[in-house]
Every structure is written in C-alpha cells, then in structure tokens.
C-alpha cells in the first residue's frame, strides 16, 4: 500500500476539539505509513521551510512554525473572517482585508516547501480543509506529480457568496490542481455545479465568464461520521456514568434538553435559546418540567464576530433566565467549557432531546455522537437542521428549519412527548445509519477513490 501524507491546519494531538476524526486519519495513517503535516502551534520570528518530525504516540508527525503576522493573515484572516463566513453563506459577517490573501498563499507555499521535499514518488496526500486550498497548486509547481486529494469538512457556498470572496477565481482554479475534491455532502457538490451553471448563464447574458475546466478532477460526496459503536460504550464508562449520574441527580426527574457546540455563529445559539424560550411560553406545564444544558466552549476568540456571538448568547441567555426562573427552578443551564469526550457521551446518554440546530454546517458531529450515546431501551430523539450536512442521512431525526423558532420549539415539544415505541424506532433508524456512515468507512472510501485500490473489508461485509 502506498504511504499516505495527511495535512491539515494543525497537528493533531494539540485540537481538543478534534475528537473523533483525529482518530480516524491516525488510525488510516498508521495502516498505511507516512506522516502527519500541519502548523505546530508555535511561533517563529523569520518563515521557517524546514519540517521538524517528531513521533506523537507512534505515528510520524511534521510541522513548521509560522510567523505571528502570516498566521494571522491566514488562520484568523483570510481563513476564519472570509472563507468561513462566506462558506457559511454569511456574507455580512465577513471582513475583506487584501493583505490577508497575500499571507494565505505564503502560508501555503511555506508547507509546500515543507513538505515537497519528504514525499517519496508512489505517496498520496490527503489535504484537509479551506486553510489549505492552494496547496495542490504550489505542490504541483514542485514538480509533484503524485495523487493529492482535498477534502473540505464545511458546505460549499451559493454562487454568489462564491463570487463574493476575493480571489475565488484562482481558489477554484487550485481546487482543480485536486485529483479528487470531496465534500460532505450532495448539496456542495451541487453547489460547485450551479457555480459552473451560473458562469454559463452570465455567458449566454454576453458577459464574460470565468471559465472552469474540471479536467480530471473529479468532484464527489463523502459524507463523515463519528465512531458509533465506541460512544455506545464510551457512554457507559465509569467517567460517563459519573457524569451521568451526577446530573441525573440534579435534574430530579425532569427531561433533559441538550446542546453541545463550539461557540460559533453558524451553530445558530441565539435561534436555539430563543425557540427553548417559545417552548416555555407556549406550554406552560413545561415549565418545571424541562431543563436545557448548553455547553459552548469559545472558539477562535481573537475575532471580533466571536466575541459578538459570544455576547448575543450571554444576553439570550439572560433574558430566558430572568423571564421563566424561579427560586427554585432554572430553565437553562449554559456553560462556557470543553469536556472531556466521556463527560459528553454521559450526557448525550442523559439527554431526552439533542439539539443540533446549525443555521449551516458541513456535517456536524455531534449529531452522530448523541445518536452513538443513546441507551437502547430508552433513547432520546434528535432534533437536527435541515442545513446540517447531516439531515442528508438521519432521515429519522425531526428535520427543523432553524431560522423557524416556532417550528424548533414545536419539534422540542413533540421530542418530549414522543412515545417510547416511536423513540425506540427513529434511533434504531438513525443508528444503522451512524455505523454506516463511520469515519472509517469516510476515510477508506475517500482514500480508495483517490487512489483507485478496493477499501479494506469491513466488519459489515459478507465473509
Ligand atoms: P465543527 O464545526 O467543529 O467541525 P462538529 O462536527 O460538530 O463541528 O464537531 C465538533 C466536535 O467538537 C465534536 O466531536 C464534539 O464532540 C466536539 N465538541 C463540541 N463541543 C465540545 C465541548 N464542549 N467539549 C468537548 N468537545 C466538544 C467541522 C465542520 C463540521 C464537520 C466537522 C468534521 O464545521 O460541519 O462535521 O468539521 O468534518
């Protein structure tokens, strides 16, 4: 088997949040050989082009130090204030400085030149998301003629948030220096395909287009998963029955109602709290009845849009609190860390509703996690955004339109009141679609149709 080159932003092991995913790409990494590259989290005074390796629990890790003024043009600036909000199809939160592009590309072109020299002629690369689109691109000005595959873990933009992103051109051009792109969901591969519609039209209307060739790239759905089956028994653990309990005691009786998030604009937070207020408003006998824990760590802080973000939520959050509480009761409970995987698995197992309820996301994975968690005989039921990548597979859970708080509230409504059998149903539904639906099985597919080989057997497979 050739060996296999991973890159993303980061190495692994420093992203807490990376979970589940960092160890599917470890475990495929250490099937096949090769390393692991990304930034090492560290600062340098002048651009280094010299990967360091080190080796990070048996596997193979390289990494470049940046300085601090490219790593902000290209993490917090062109990276996390334009692409992410613009893939997110929020265009009024993105702010356009041009020097950031410029620090994007020499980022890119610093791993380039990192990496270029360590790749052996039979290795494949597997690039990892909207910070590293030109890496293919400056690669291949490398003379590097081997197979390179990008996978982007957020939706793909509408074609005018495309053409609302500076440089979209030359990016869509480097996704093309890809032999394969793959994307989470049907949607943004439709989304790149009414790119190329749109670019037709405006030819027909006699302007002129930006022509796109796909040549041999080849664009397709990867829809990414969870572990299903180790959350199943990572929810019944000795640290996710502590927690487990721990709440359970607190909650004395009364249904649980359970958001887990990074602390981002496109989770949709303010909608959620608001729909859980119209819960209340609307049915009062409710009211002592419920109690929603939202856990939402801060995330990528430095930016202003965040520090925002965080504000709405506090004041939602305020606002719901001052309204329905009572001495003795609390409506909400919100809390501003990151557990432990275990922890959540406890309280996904805990929960009678999970609300994953993004105005827009790739796929999302805590959708996956809480169905992984549930207890058989008494499961909860997903609530999930229709603009979730994951609604495109748990045909099962209820579908919300998230910008609809009285439709959110009404489904958090029926998920209560909802009878053990149907409950039992929907999960047994949204489970075999978990286990299918498996990092492992994402990350062989992907890496079988970049390199052509049969994906290894699974445990499904007939013998
Ligand atoms: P994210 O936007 O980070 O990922 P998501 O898919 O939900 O979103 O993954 C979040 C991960 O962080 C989960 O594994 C979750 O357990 C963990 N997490 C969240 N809150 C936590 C907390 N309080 N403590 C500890 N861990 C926490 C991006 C895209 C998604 C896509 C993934 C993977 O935005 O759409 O699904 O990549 O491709």
């Known amino acids: 088997m050739s060996r296999l080159i991973v890159v993303s932003n980061r190495i692994p092991g420093k992203t807490p949040a990376a979970g589940g995913l960092a160890v599917a790409l470890k475990k495929t990494l250490s099937a096949r050989d090769g390393f692991w590259f990304g930034w090492s989290g560290a600062f340098a005074e002048t651009p280094s082009r010299e990967a360091k390796f080190e080796t990070i629990d048996g596997l193979q890790i390289g990494s470049i ?270 809390v501003k860390r990151a557990y432990s995987q275990a922890s959540l698995a406890g309280l996904y197992r805990l929960a009678r509703v999970g609300l994953v309820t993004p105005l827009r996301d790739g796929m999302n994975l805590v959708a996956h996690e809480y169905v992984g968690s549930q207890n058989p005989e008494n499961p909860g039921v997903l609530v999930l955004s229709r603009f979730a990548g994951a609604a495109e597979i748990f045909h099962d859970a209820l579908i919300i339109n998230p910008f609809d708080t009285d439709e959110t509230a009404e489904a958090m409504r029926q998920a209560i009141a909802m009878p053990l059998e149907e409950r039992k149903q929907r999960w047994e539904s949204l489970m075999t679609v978990a286990k299918t639906h498996n990092v492992d099985n994402w990350a062989n597919s992907y890496l079988a149709a970049l390199t052509g080989e049969e994906p290894p057997a699974t445990d499904d497979d007939e013998p």
């Open 65 to 334: 130090d940046l300085t601090k003024s490219d790593h902000q043009s290209y993490y917090a600036g062109f990276s996390n204030s334009i692409l992410w909000p613009a893939f997110h199809l929020r265009l009024d939160l993105t702010d356009i400085h041009s020097h950031w592009y410029e620090g994007y590309r020499r980022v890119n072109v610093q791993f380039a030149e990192a990496i270029a020299r360590h790749i052996k002629p039979d290795d494949i690369i597997w690039v990892h998301d909207y910070h590293l689109i030109p890496l293919a691109t400056e690669l291949r000005r490398r003379n590097i003629r081997n197979k390179i595959g990008f996978y982007l873990h957020i939706p793909f933009p509408t074609p005018d948030a495309l053409n609302a992103i500076p440089h979209h051109e030359e990016l869509l051009t480097d996704l093309l220096a890809y032999d394969l792109v793959g994307f989470q969901a049907q949607r943004d591969v439709a989304a790149f395909n009414e790119f190329i519609a749109h670019e037709e039209m405006y030819r027909q209307a006699g302007g002129t287009p930006f022509e796109i060739d796909l040549g041999n790239t080849v664009l397709e759905a990867f829809p990414i998963g969870s572990d299903p089956e180790a959350f199943s028994k990572l929810a019944t653990s000795p640290n996710a029955q502590k927690m487990y309990k721990r709440v359970e005691r607190s909650m004395n009786g009364r249904a649980m109602i359970l958001g887990v998030d990074r602390l981002d604009y496109s989770k949709g937070l303010p909608q959620r709290v608001q729909a859980y207020e119209k819960l209340l408003e609307n049915n009062a006998n409710l009211r002592r009845a419920v109690h929603m824990i939202q856990i939402a760590p801060p995330s990528r802080d430095t930016i202003k849009e965040y520090q925002v973000i965080s504000d709405e939520l506090d004041t939602a959050v305020g606002r719901l609190t001052g309204r329905f509480a009572e001495p003795d009761w609390l409506p909400i409970t919100y």
